[in-house]
C-alpha cells in the first residue's frame, strides 16, 4: 500500500472507514457535524494536512518508513525493533 510516491491518504481513509469508533475516537481531526448528524474526518475533508494523522504516523514508526523532510531521524522509536 505504502510505496513509491504516496502522501497516505489511501491509509487515512481506510482507517477512518473502518476503526473511526476505536482507532480514530480520540483523534483530533475527528468531528461531530450537528447539522449532519455525522461524524467527520477532517484530514480527509482537506481542512488539516494528512501527516497530522495518529494512525498514519503509528504506520510509519511500526514499519521503519522514512519520509523525506518529515522523520529522516534514523533513532525514532520503533515498536517492532527488540533491543
Known sequence: MMGGRCDGGALVSDTFENHMHDK???????????????????????????????????FIRYNEIRLYGVNQDPEIENPKRRR
Do not use: A, N
Open 24 to 58: 480514530c475516537r480520540d483523534c483530533m481531526s475527528r468531528v461531530y457535524v450537528e447539522e449532519e448528524g455525522l461524524i467527520r474526518c477532517q484530514v480527509l475533508d482537506g481542512t488539516e494536512k494528512t501527516v497530522l494523522c495518529p494512525e498514519l504516523h503509528q
